[in-house]
Nanobody, 121 residues
Framework: QVQLVESGGGLVQPGGSLRLSCAAS????????MGWYRQAPGKERELVAG???????NYADSVKGRFTISTDNAKNMVYLQMNSLRPEDTAVYYC???????????????WGQGTQVTVSS
């Protein structure tokens, strides 16, 4: 129905930057919100940044001022610009979209497969 594909993860030194991209495709009628979550080993998945179709954004306190979420609504894409990366940002980052699929009557969350971000010297 709806597929999300992330790209842009990798290994970066502390203080460096990465940009994650996520493309949503498939039987999409509407997208209400998109966001990025992350999960570090032994920890629960947590919200990193989110944005709604109306333009509102929210960030985890730990990334405020360092990460920026943006979207290209025409292309159903969401991006996460990550600056001043720290070792504690190391995690698998997952793209999320709350979307209405064709022939569906309700919005539901969809997830990408995840992309690894490792911050290490």
């Amino acid at each position: 129905q709806v597929q999300l594909v992330e790209s842009g993860g990798g290994l970066v030194q502390p203080g460096g930057s990465l940009r994650l991209s996520c493309a949503a495709s498939g039987r999409i009628s509407k997208i209400n919100a998109m966001g990025w979550y992350r999960q570090a080993p032994g920890k629960e998945r947590e919200l990193v940044a989110g944005t709604t179709v109306s333009g509102g954004t929210n960030y985890a306190d730990s990334v405020k001022g360092r990460f920026t979420i943006s979207t290209d609504n025409a292309k159903n894409m969401v991006y996460l610009q990550m600056n001043s990366l720290r070792p504690e940002d190391t995690a698998v980052y997952y793209c999320n979209a709350v979307a209405l699929a064709y022939f569906s009557t309700f919005y539901q969350p969809y997830w990408g497969q995840g992309t690894q971000v490792t911050v290490s010297s």
